[in-house]
């Protein structure tokens, strides 16, 4: 626990000396020798290596660890054979394949090897879904199951410290993101986050398919960076970026397939005044978020605040429901004038709406619009007081 001086925010860090138990982590140990491969995908650095090797250690198998980053692994898996596959894979291992985009036609490769190697256990991940779920699409249907992975999530902060300290952290959340290594770094967070981008994300994002203009795409990257909690437009995407809306579109869909940003779309039911085709587009991690607009500054000498205060709680959000498996249908809601509800998911045949406040003395004022047009809803206020039970 460090104390700053007046001019800085109280920042609570995290000093963790071991791993932060990840939710996924037993329901994909129950997944091991089932007759399938399991594929695990996140952004790098989001620990998808880290949870393998935890895995791994409880195991009484002989492991296998290759890596497509590796030119040597990466040769031999795009020229695998059956036999070749039999001779490296010996029954009852398990087989962890790092990276996995970086094969040229992994998706054959990994079929020959799930194919012809009886007993084994294949545990593949890939930092790019765009890559390596369209590789894997034909290749790999009913050999597979898939899941994702994200930066620590709020309530795996929570289980591994405590309510206090979890309370006590979340300005530094808003911050620098959860990152593992960011946590695991306090003092240090923003030379952690600008590697992580320059060493990691900017190079995948760069090397995926059709991106002819790097520069264009840092330059969308910082437009979205500005626009968090607004509604997006690739108009002015495009003037900003200066490339065209359809370069715009599927560089944002690229960068949604590299666990950088995510689209969260508009509710309507076709009344007259709602808009029915718009998009907001928020950060997977808000640090990263900062990091490209290099602001660090604290929240209450920010005007994004609030901005940044929605992103993190719909990201969070998101994961929650992601790692429990629960189906449910998110949107926000806006009208023509103007009026709006941040947050809003369908489930079991009913709305639950959410406005997001950071001020704790903030009230809940939903427009007579949505009450009106939508009387069943539930609706909802989260604020520092209460957000735990949104997002735990």
């Not at 009230?363 to 009106?372: C, D, H, N, R």
Request: hydrophobic share 35%.
């Amino acid at each position: 626990m460090s104390f700053i001086n007046d001019k800085k925010p109280y920042i609570c860090r995290i000093r963790t000396t071991i791993m932060i138990k990840r939710h996924i982590e037993d329901i994909l140990s129950a997944k091991f020798f089932l007759g399938k491969t399991i594929l695990l995908l996140g952004a790098r650095q989001v620990g998808k290596t880290t949870l393998l090797r935890q895995i791994a250690e409880s195991l009484k198998k002989e492991i296998i660890w290759m890596n497509g980053d590796n030119p040597e692994d990466r040769l031999l898996l795009s020229q695998i054979n059956g036999l070749r596959a039999k001779e490296i894979f010996p029954k009852g291992s398990v087989v962890f394949i790092d990276e996995a985009q970086r094969i040229e036609n992994s998706g054959l490769s990994l079929k020959i090897i799930h194919d012809n190697c009886e007993g084994i256990q294949m545990v593949v991940t890939g930092s790019s879904s765009f890559e390596l779920t369209d590789k894997l699409k034909e290749s790999m249907t009913g050999r597979k199951w898939s899941y994702k992975l994200y930066p620590i999530s709020f309530s795996e902060i929570l289980q591994h410290t405590n309510y206090l300290e979890t309370l006590r952290t979340v300005e530094s959340r808003l911050l620098y993101g959860s990152y593992p290594e960011v946590l695991n770094n306090p003092g240090n967070e923003r030379g952690v986050l600008l590697e992580l981008m320059s060493d990691y994300l900017y190079k995948d994002v760069f090397s995926l398919k059709d991106v002819r203009k790097p520069d264009a795409i840092e330059a969308l990257l910082k437009a979205l960076a500005f626009q968090i909690g607004s509604q997006v437009s690739y108009r002015e995407l495009s003037q900003l970026a200066k490339i065209d809306k359809e370069t715009i579109e599927r560089y944002i869909n690229l960068l949604e397939e590299a666990f950088i940003i995510f689209r969260l779309g508009s509710f309507s039911r076709n009344l007259r005044n709602e808009l029915k085709f718009s998009k907001k587009i928020y950060f997977v991690d808000v640090g990263i978020r900062n990091a490209l607009i290099n602001q660090f500054s604290p929240l209450d000498l920010r005007n994004d605040t609030g901005g940044l205060w929605e992103n993190y709680l719909i990201s969070e959000r998101r994961k929650k429901i992601e790692y429990e498996g629960l189906y449910r249908s998110t949107y926000f809601w806006r009208t023509n004038r103007q009026q709006e509800i941040d947050y809003i998911e369908e489930y079991d045949g009913k709305l639950h709406a959410y406005e997001f406040k950071w001020g704790q003395n903030s009230k809940l004022k939903i427009p007579k619009t949505f009450t009106k047009s939508y009387p069943d809803a539930e609706v909802n206020l989260v604020n520092r007081d209460n957000y735990f039970d949104f997002l735990k």
